[in-house]
């Protein structure tokens, strides 16, 4: 499934360019699939659009970084020819022949990719981003923007009925890349053809299946039938009504990358589960499909990625205990610095921020002062892309390594290019690396183990487990 063809005459459309690589889901999937392997992310090389061209001059860079990124993104013409199974066929042949004690499928979260390197099992998302050039325009011309959504959605729901596709225009996490492309997360709201097999044909007899999901909510509006669009995203750590020139840090924001004006909407949004919930309906028809089977399943909804990342790094630090290895040595990874196979045979204790935000951090370092001590603390921190108050300083970062005993430790490099060039995933790789310890293997978690961890997370963290 690496390429299908457009149309006689017309030029291939290969499947690396329709899932972004710079979404949320591509760097996990590649990371999940190449645990399943047995293999590290060391060769994941590619430095994000917002990572390079760092030497040139603002005005320059952003003018070649706009070009970068609408060379990269699906252009509007071959959009009608996206589909979503063929995807999802991509997405699953990305795991190796064979069979696996159980899958995880959900919302795009490094914890799930940690746990499903820990169960030996695969990970599944339940979307997928799509970017689509846009005319040269403004970060600050939301309203632009959703209207060239509404006609890219359009081209993509005419051929796929059975998804639904979420416009979130962000300059928080964007910047000035939202005027030279439009961000689209498909949303399957039905298994897809190549999910169904895989779970039929692909797993042990009896293997359990593990949905896991983000239920943030966010103002949205519905530009037409199976499209949305939201104005900003939980994940960059603004609450919806500080997207606003009136608010200092956001008004900063846009000022450093060129903007200087932000409209206030005419509408108010009505919450919706955001960009990475995945669509209700498919939780039930995967109960379907596994009732059908004589399948186990279980759903454990969250409402923070914090949750989740807490859940994960106490069941991997029980789990190397249990094993008699120690569990004292934390990595604190954020964004696409992830290795789930380097940290599983390095002995570390992983505990992921979805994005550099400050309230992710502080979530980090609460479940660090909740801990018992580890003797060092290692902090992967990803740039954000963009300059702004509401992002983790380096001096935060530097607080979270020191909660260690012994050993705090913080990428250099990483922090040399802190906040505005983001990093390759290879870069966690090369500093997991270095952490390795020769040591006895932890025997696989089994999905009852997880499931009575987040069951018992679920009063403290807020985690709904059925």
Known sequence: MEEFVTGPGERGLTMDRVMSHDGPERPLLEAASRAARGRSCDD???????????????????????????????????????DAASVAAWIAEHYPAGSYPGVVIGS????????????????????????????????????????AGATAAGLILARNPQVSVRQVHDPVRRGPLCGSTITLHVRWRQLPPAYRHFLRTRLDPGAPVLLLRDTRSWPVVEPGPGHSFQLGSPASGLAPEQYSMEYAPFRRLMYSIGEQ??????????????????????DRDLRRLCADSGRPVHRALYRGPDALSSCVADLYRRMLAAAGR?????????????????????GLVPFWCEFPSRAAVDAAEWWLAGSAPFDSVTGLPEAPGTVCDTHADVAQWRAVSRFARHRPDLSRQAMGRYPLLPLATSHASTVIRGLEKQSPDPDPLTMPDVVTALRQAGSRLGFLVG
């Open 108 to 147: 795009a979260h490094g914890g799930a990719v940690h746990l499903a390197a820990a169960l030996g099992a695969a990970w599944l998302p339940t979307t997928f981003t799509v970017t689509v050039p846009r005319d040269d325009s403004s970060a600050g011309d939301w309203a632009g923007a959703m209207a």
């Open 326 to 346: 120690n569990a004292d040595r934390c990595v604190i990874e954020s964004g696409r610095l992830v290795d789930p196979w380097r940290v599983l045979k390095s």
């Open 44 to 82: 994941l090389n590619r430095v994000p659009v917002l990572g390079r061209h760092g030497s040139l001059p603002d005005s320059l860079r952003r003018h070649a970084l706009a070009h970068l990124d609408r060379a990269e993104a699906v252009p509007l013409e071959q959009l009608p020819h996206v």
């Open 261 to 282: 004006s932000w409209p206030v909407p005419g509408w108010n949004g009505l919450p919706r589960y955001a960009e990475l919930a995945g669509e209700p309906e498919l």
